[in-house]
């Protein structure tokens, strides 16, 4: 089974602070991405990668950085939380083929910000 | 007008019954066809997918494609109260082919 693991489930945070989401996935997948599910919004792509070190912006990557440093590490970076932020934020991989790809998510990270 | 709409719901059932939920789409080259599980406060878990047009068949879930049509459909049979969760279509091709785009999702309780 595809595993894509999130390593923190509930994150409590404080406005400013430096916040780091870490994903990890096990099945090289190339394509890894970060969004946000808001109620009402629904998913909300942040940004993505397509290899190590290659990243492109997605929807609202406004108030977010990314890091791609080994194939099945892909993280997510709020360089100062603020209260807008505070969302679930769900990282996935995809087994990309020609024509399309078939997308597997984590179990997502809850992040508020006080 | 968004590229995949998904009957918003919510869906309310008794238990036992058969559940329809669909979606349309307007991107003819969308290939391949998912459909999701999100159960409160967790990740979506993928159900099922489909490439092309046709069925496929998993225990009690369905899930159907009409490319003509540009709609899919997912059923289930014999509904459980562990059913209950919101449900998302997703789908992918090119010219994006390595991005997947999104329902909104249709939220389904089923009642004991």
């Known amino acids: 089974d595809v595993k894509v693991t999130q390593s923190s489930r509930y994150l409590v945070k404080r406005t400013g602070e430096k916040v780091f989401l870490e994903c990890v996935q096990d099945?090289?997948?190339?394509?890894m991405f970060w969004y946000r599910q808001d109620p009402g919004l629904g998913l909300r792509l942040i940004y993505f990668?397509?290899?190590?070190?290659?990243?492109e912006k997605g929807d609202i990557p406004e108030g977010y950085s990314v890091s791609r440093e080994k194939k099945e590490r892909f993280s997510l970076i709020l360089e100062s939380a603020s209260t807008n932020q505070t969302s679930m934020y769900l990282c996935?991989?995809?087994?990309?083929?020609?024509?399309?790809?078939?997308?597997?998510f984590g179990e997502g990270s809850w992040l508020t910000v006080v | 007008q968004k590229e995949v709409e998904q009957d918003p719901g919510p869906l309310s059932v008794p238990e036992g019954a058969i559940v329809s939920l669909n979606c349309t789409y307007s991107?003819?080259?969308?290939?391949?066809f998912m459909w999701y599980r999100q159960y409160s406060r967790k990740g979506p878990e993928l159900l099922m997918y489909?490439?092309?047009?046709g069925n496929k068949e998993d225990g009690r879930f369905t899930a159907q494609v009409d490319k003509s049509s540009k709609y899919i459909s997912l059923f289930i049979r014999d509904s459980q109260p562990s059913d209950s969760a919101t449900y998302l279509c997703?789908?992918?091709?090119?010219?994006?082919?390595?991005?997947?785009?999104f329902g909104d999702g249709t939220t389904l309780t089923v009642k004991p």
């Open positions: 996935a991989s995809t087994e990309y083929r020609g024509d399309g790809n078939t997308i597997y």
């Open positions: 099945m090289d997948h190339e394509n």
């Open positions: 990668s397509y290899d190590v070190k290659m990243k």
């Open positions: 991107n003819s080259a969308f290939q391949y």
């Open positions: 489909t490439y092309s047009s």
């Open positions: 997703a789908m992918s091709g090119r010219p994006n082919a390595g991005k997947s785009t």
